[in-house]
């Protein structure tokens, strides 16, 4: 069993910063694919940012220049670096890890509970 564990979320005022993490735990052989996903009221959850194993990220076109995602496979650890915050990314955070809990396994997507980011003056 693998539990992730976000945190980091709050309230910030337009043009902040927040810098949101998320630890994996439990039976954790390899990871590949590591990411954050956001759901604003009355959206669909979307893609933010994400980052593979070999260090290749991909970002909405709505944080390009403003979010950095990283990872720290030691710690098996995301992170999402949040500059310049806008109220539009006024949403609930998801993060995800693609685990390997074992060498036949397959990899298979774990989420984090939520953490609410409010930008807001």
């Known amino acids: 069993q693998v539990q992730l564990v976000e945190s980091g979320g709050g309230l910030v005022q337009p043009g902040g910063s927040l810098r949101l993490s998320c630890a994996a735990s439990?039976?954790?052989?390899?990871?590949?694919?590591m990411g954050w996903y956001r759901q604003a009221p009355g959206k669909q959850r979307e893609l933010v940012a994400s980052?593979?194993?070999?260090?290749?990220?991909n970002y909405a076109d709505s944080v390009k220049g403003r979010f950095t995602i990283s990872r720290n496979d030691a710690k098996t650890t995301v992170y999402l670096q949040m500059n310049s915050l806008k109220p539009e990314d006024t949403a609930v955070y998801y993060c995800?890890?693609?685990?390997?809990?074992?060498?036949?396994?397959?990899?298979?997507?774990?989420w984090g509970q939520g953490t609410q980011v409010t930008v807001s003056s």
């Open positions: 439990g039976s954790i052989f390899s990871i590949y694919a």
């Open positions: 995800y890890q693609g685990v390997q809990t074992g060498l036949e396994a397959p990899y298979q997507d774990y």
């Open positions: 980052i593979t194993r070999g260090g290749s990220t």
